[in-house]
């Protein structure tokens, strides 16, 4: 059974850093994109991050680039997420998910998220 | 960046009606439209990929069409566990965008 289990959510000033965890289980790591998502209190789905298989690309949404920086460690069977210089609109619930490929008229890229994780909650008070 | 809009923002509908979910994107891409439940305090589920492709364990009452810049979620007889939040996302150019969501509710 395929289970990804974030972890390293809490409590941090605004300015402050934060490691986020995921530990996925049930399939080979290596072999899949992963990505991190994530959800404000009471509000819709943001898209972070991507990571390649290898760690050799990565993708940032604009609001996070140059704080945020998503790692992985296949040997470690771990997907990380280094949070720095957090602001209060970064307060959110961050899963992280699987990625599959999908091909349509040649080409082929990351298409879909098929696995979540429950999520952790990073609150930043100011 | 490709804006996903969602309509209706909230629904309210009872136990066997069919239900139909509206995406449209700002630009065109084909097919790489993934359509998402959740249900209050937990993660989202994959419901269709693809635009029209059923996630293995999915129920065959949802469905997903379109292409293009136009996509629908159907749900053909709707049950008592249907009732949650829907999201629409596209996966075709990063960022990968969300729509806004769509409460579906009882009525």
């Known amino acids: 059974e395929v289970q990804l289990v974030e972890s390293g959510g809490g409590l941090v000033q605004s300015g402050g850093s934060l490691r986020l965890s995921c530990a996925p289980s049930g399939f080979t790591f290596s072999s899949y994109w992963m990505t991190w998502v994530r959800q404000a209190p009471g509000k819709g789905l943001e898209w972070v991050a991507n990571i390649k298989q290898d760690g050799s690309e990565k993708y940032y949404v604009d609001s996070v680039k140059g704080r945020f920086t998503i790692s992985r460690d296949n040997a470690k069977n771990s997907l990380y997420l280094q949070i720095n210089s957090l602001r209060a609109e970064d307060t959110a619930v961050y899963y992280c998910a699987r990625g599959r490929l999908y091909c349509s008229g040649g080409r082929c890229s990351l298409g879909y998220f098929d696995h979540w994780g429950q999520g952790t909650l990073v609150t930043v008070s100011s | 960046d490709i804006q996903m809009t969602q309509s209706p923002s909230s629904l309210s509908a009872s136990v066997g009606d069919r239900v139909t979910i509206s995406c449209r994107a700002s630009q065109s891409f084909s097919t790489y439209l993934n359509w998402f439940q959740q249900k209050p305090g937990k993660a989202p589920r994959l419901l269709i990929y693809?635009?029209?492709n059923l996630q293995s364990g999915v129920p065959s009452r949802f469905s997903g069409s379109g292409s293009g810049t136009d996509f629908t979620l159907t749900i053909s007889t709707l049950q008592p566990e249907d009732f949650a939040t829907y999201y629409c996302?596209?996966?075709?150019?990063?960022?990968?965008?969300f729509g806004q969501g769509t409460k579906l509710e009882i009525k």
């Open positions: 693809a635009a029209s």
């Open positions: 996302q596209q996966s075709y150019s990063t960022p990968y965008t």
